[in-house]
T-cell receptor, first 109, second 114 residues
């Protein structure tokens, strides 16, 4: 079957660094997406990885290991506005996204 | 303003009633999707359309129908609503020819079926 696993909730301190892990199992693989979703709002795109390695975009970085079925999202210099849910999604062989349940990130001052 | 719009924003519906959720995009994306989001679960695909005139079933299609008469519009219909269809519904679109298939989401419709 197809499955995405990520932690339900994480807590971090303002100004710190946090890593959100995601493991996936899909029928075929066409890339790994990370989305941010603030409470009551729509998901918004953060990153896309299809090759192994690290992609950096400002304070956010995303890593992919295809052989391990593993990705992480790294958030640096955390700000209060980063409090949100972070959704991991893998694209299968039919180019459909399989979504994890999301990781709720709580930032404390 | 470019993007995806959904209507209504929220709705309370009596069980057994028929309801159509509207979705319109102006980005000329070929593919469109309907998801439902429930607490503790990931987004689940209800129906999708890879191009105007075609539709397909997702993970949880029962009780829902869609149509794609043109590129811009992708309405979702609940023929006879049941309480288990209480959820937040998101419409999304993407351009699948080239690029990374990033999906753009509408603001969502919060539906309560009593």
């Amino acid at each position: 079957g197809q499955n995405i696993d990520q932690p339900t909730e994480m807590t971090a301190t303002e100004g710190a660094i946090v890593q959100i892990n995601c493991t996936y199992q899909t029928s075929g693989f066409n890339g790994l997406f990370w989305y941010q979703q603030h409470a009551g709002e729509a998901p918004t795109f953060l990153s896309y990885n299809v090759l192994d390695g690290l992609e950096e975009k400002g304070r956010f970085s995303s890593f992919l290991s295809r052989s391990k079925g593993y990705s992480y999202l790294l958030l640096k210099e955390l700000q209060m506005k980063d409090s949100a849910s972070y959704l991991c999604a893998a694209m299968d062989s039919n180019y459909q996204l399989i979504w994890g349940a999301g990781t709720k990130l709580i930032i404390k001052p | 303003i470019a993007g995806i719009t959904q209507a209504p924003t929220s709705q309370i519906l009596a069980a057994g009633r028929r309801m159509t959720l509207r979705c319109t995009q102006d980005m000329r994306h070929n593919a469109m999707y309907w998801y439902r989001q429930d607490l503790g679960l990931g987004l689940r695909l209800i129906h999708y359309s890879n191009t105007a005139g075609t539709t397909g079933k997702g993970e949880v299609p029962d009780g829902y129908s869609v149509s794609r008469a043109n590129t811009d519009d992708f309405p979702l219909t609940l023929a006879s609503a049941v309480p288990s269809q209480t959820s937040v519904y998101f419409c999304a679109s993407t351009e699948t020819s080239g690029g990374n298939n990033e999906q753009f989401f509408g603001p969502g419709t919060r539906l309560t079926v009593l």
